[in-house]
């Protein structure tokens, strides 16, 4: 199974809320990833988890925080979001060592009003 | 140094025919090279990699052909079907640890039936 899981599918969410993306894996990868990707453009990494650590942040802004409670589960929180922000939101994970193949989920759609 | 040139932008084939899409990538550390196949309001599925020491790896209709002192690698599609038609991105990395992937800017592939 190389399943990886986002909800929520869609969200619209105004420059003033607050909202979170959640990505799951039950691969048993350790490395997670959050790529932003607007259309008709290749994913842009954000930032990346090494064994439920932050290891690459890709001088994302404050307004996107990243979180991994556990080996399973990353968490993207948003907040105080630009129009400009609106995108496909992806999560994808992999191995740390060994085979390197990166799953990505099917995306959260994001409009921010 | 650390971009991946992809080519062409947008191709259209006939049923039955062969698509090919080439890149090109600079750094010589890369030593993993993916081929992700995207539809529509969906995330990058992998659809087959190859790393530097085979210069040919085939999983079906779907090629990759590396050749590793020119620093490019290209995807075949043999008997290109209109089920096929989605955006196409080549990408290249390094191995060791959780590992960023460079995406080239996509293929847009169409087939006509």
């Known amino acids: 199974d190389t399943e990886v899981t986002q909800t929520p599918k869609h969200l619209v969410m105004g420059m003033t809320n607050k909202k979170s993306l959640k990505c799951e894996q039950h691969?048993?990868?350790?490395?997670m990833y959050w790529y932003k990707q607007k259309a008709k453009k290749p994913p842009e990494l954000m930032f990346v988890?090494?064994?439920?650590?932050?290891?690459i942040n890709e001088s994302v802004p404050s307004r996107f925080s990243p979180e991994c409670p556990n080996s399973s589960l990353l968490n993207l929180h948003l907040h105080a979001l630009q129009p400009e922000d609106s995108a496909l939101y992806l999560c994808?994970?992999?191995?740390?060592?060994?085979?390197?193949?990166?799953?990505f989920g099917p995306g959260t759609r994001l409009t921010v009003t | 140094q650390q971009q991946v040139k992809q080519s062409p932008q947008s191709l259209i084939v006939q049923k039955g025919g062969i698509s090919i899409i080439n890149c090109a990538y600079e750094?010589?550390?890369?030593?993993?090279f993916p081929w992700y196949q995207q539809f529509p309001g969906k995330g990058p599925a992998l659809l087959i990699a190859?790393?530097?020491?085979?210069s040919e790896k085939k999983e079906g209709r779907f090629t990759i052909s590396f050749n590793k002192s020119a620093k490019q690698f290209s995807l075949h599609i043999m008997d290109s079907q209109p089920g096929d038609s989605a955006t196409y991105f080549c990408?290249?990395?390094?191995?060791?640890?959780?590992?960023?992937?460079?995406f080239g800017q996509g293929t847009r592939l169409t087939i006509n039936p």
């Open positions: 994808a994970s992999s191995q740390v060592r060994g085979t390197y193949e990166q799953y």
């Open positions: 691969m048993g990868h350790r490395a």
């Open positions: 988890y090494s064994y439920e650590k932050l290891s």
């Open positions: 750094n010589t550390a890369f030593d993993y």
């Open positions: 190859i790393r530097p020491d085979v």
């Open positions: 990408a290249a990395s390094m191995s060791g640890g959780a590992q960023k992937l460079v």
